[in-house]
C-alpha cells in the first residue's frame, strides 16, 4: 500500500495523531482529520476542550478506582449501595457493562489489569493492596470475582482467593452464563446480569 501524501504538514500532524488511537489506521485519520475541518470553529473548540478536560480534570475513585468526576465517584457515594458487597473487575468498561445490567447494587474494585507474566503484570501493578486493608478492617461480606473467562482472569481470580482466603468474607464468581475466553465488556446485558444474579461461591476447584 502507497504511503498516504499530504498536501499540508498541518495536516499530516494532525492524521499522525489520529493514527495513534486504538483501531485508527492511517485513511480512517485522514477522514477524521478532513471531518473536523469542516466543522464550525465552536464544535471544534468544544471537542477539543472535552478532551483536555477529560485528560487533566477527571479523577480516580480512592475507595474503588473507577472513573470519577470528584474524589469519590458516584458509586461509592451512594448510600443506597451495599457497602459489603464488593464486585472485583479488571477495568472501568467492565464497571459499565455491569452498571448497565442494572442488576447489581454493590459497589466494585477495580484491579487495573489482570495478572500476566507473558505481559509482565504481576500483582504489585494492581490495586490489591487497597482491597486487602478493606478486608483488614472487616468492611467487606462478598467479594464477586467479575474478572474476564480468560487464563489471564482465572490465574487472578486463583491468586487473590488464595490471598484473601484466610479473611471471614464470602467469594463468589459469576456464573459461566458469559462463554469461557470472553471479555466481560463484550458479554450483553441480559446474560451479564443473569450471571451476576446467579453467582456460584469460589473456590479452588471453581476454574
Given amino acids: 500500500m502507497s504511503e498516504l501524501q499530504f498536501p499540508s504538514k498541518i495536516l499530516e500532524n494532525a492524521v499522525n495523531e489520529f493514527s495513534r488511537l486504538p483501531g485508527i489506521g492511517r485513511k480512517t485519520a485522514l477522514r477524521l ?46 448510600p443506597r449501595r451495599d457497602h459489603s458487597l464488593v464486585c472485583l473487575v479488571e477495568n472501568v468498561r467492565d464497571v459499565m457493562a455491569i452498571e448497565n445490567t442494572h442488576q447489581y447494587q454493590g459497589i466494585y474494585h477495580v484491579l487495573g489489569g489482570l495478572i500476566s507474566p507473558m505481559d509482565g503484570t504481576g500483582p504489585d501493578d494492581l490495586t490489591i493492596a487497597p482491597l486487602e486493608e478493606k478486608l483488614r478492617k472487616g468492611e467487606i461480606k462478598e467479594i464477586i470475582f467479575a474478572l474476564s473467562t480468560t487464563m489471564e482472569g482465572d490465574t487472578t481470580n486463583f491468586y487473590l482467593y488464595r490471598k484473601f482466603q484466610s479473611y471471614p468474607v464470602k467469594f463468589t464468581t459469576i456464573a459461566r452464563g458469559v462463554a469461557i475466553g470472553d471479555e466481560l465488556e463484550y458479554a450483553d446485558e441480559v446474560t451479564l ?15
Fill in 33 to 78: 482529520a478532513l471531518h473536523i475541518l469542516k466543522q464550525d470553529k465552536e464544535s471544534v473548540d468544544s471537542f477539543a476542550n472535552a478532551i483536555t478536560t477529560l485528560r487533566e480534570e477527571i479523577k480516580y475513585c480512592k475507595n474503588c478506582y473507577n472513573l470519577s468526576d470528584s474524589d469519590t465517584c458516584s458509586i461509592c457515594s451512594n
Fill in 193 to 207: 446480569g443473569r450471571s451476576l444474579i446467579d453467582r456460584l461461591p469460589f473456590d479452588k476447584n471453581a476454574l
